[in-house]
Structures are given as C-alpha cells and as structure tokens.
C-alpha cells in the first residue's frame, strides 16, 4: 500500500483544510479533481479517518479560473473533529494511505493519540463497539 505523510497547518484547525499537496495528484485516481463549486464534482474518493465513525465521500476541487487544483478534499467537517479527537497540533503529521484504487485511510502520526472512542462528524463521542 502507498502512502503520503501530511504535515498539519493551521488551516486544519481553523477550517478543515488538509494541505494534500505532498500527495501529487498521481496518489489520487483519475477524475479525482471537481469544478470549484459542488455542481461538478470529481470522480468520488472514500476517507476513513481512523477514530470517526463516518465515513467520508469527497473528491478535490479546482481553483474557479485557473482550474489548478487546490489541494484540499472538498468535504473538510470531518478534518476538524479527526484533529480534536487527536489532539493534534499544527506541524504535527498525519498518514494517507491508499487502501484502493479510491479509499484512503487518514491516520495521526503523533504520541498523544492514545483515544479509544469514535467521534462522528457532528461532534459526537462514543465508545467502540
């Protein structure tokens, strides 16, 4: 399995941006890059973020002129709960890995993410199952 380490910005905490730059677009599959807005989605990757009990749909948008990508995954809720849950820092690392041809697993790469609860992405903590 292949796989990108990410360093977190504060843009993960302040809104839900995961700079995925590092991964190259050759990580993610064809068609993975949408419009700038949600009316033209790209091709639709699936995020398992290890601790959250959701499961994430989301591809990568465009910038609105230049249609350069923007290094980003479109749904970004769930990055700040993955953070908390964590208790992750900017500069902090997290691991992506390419399960298949379009599901991923986000993992923290830290010493202090010893949590054995899930959190949902509307913020809810429950104990496994």
Not at 25 to 30: K, N, Q, R, T
Not at 101 to 108: K, L, N
């Amino acid at each position: 399995m292949e796989s990108r380490l990410i360093t977190l910005t504060k843009a993960a905490f302040d809104h839900g941006n995961l700079n995925i730059r590092p991964c190259g677009l050759v990580f993610f599959p064809e068609g993975v890059l949408g419009g700038a807005t949600g009316d033209r989605l790209g091709t639709q990757i699936t995020i398992k973020a290890i601790g959250l009990s959701d499961i994430i749909k989301t591809d990568i948008p465009t910038h609105t002129r230049t249609e350069r990508p923007r290094w980003i995954f479109r749904e970004r809720a769930w990055v700040k709960h993955f953070v908390r849950l964590h208790k992750l820092q900017a500069g902090d690392k997290v691991t992506i890995i390419r399960l298949d041809e379009r599901t991923y697993e986000v993992s923290p790469n830290n010493n202090h993410s010893q949590t054995p609860n899930t959190i949902n992405q509307k913020g809810h903590t429950r104990k496994p199952e």
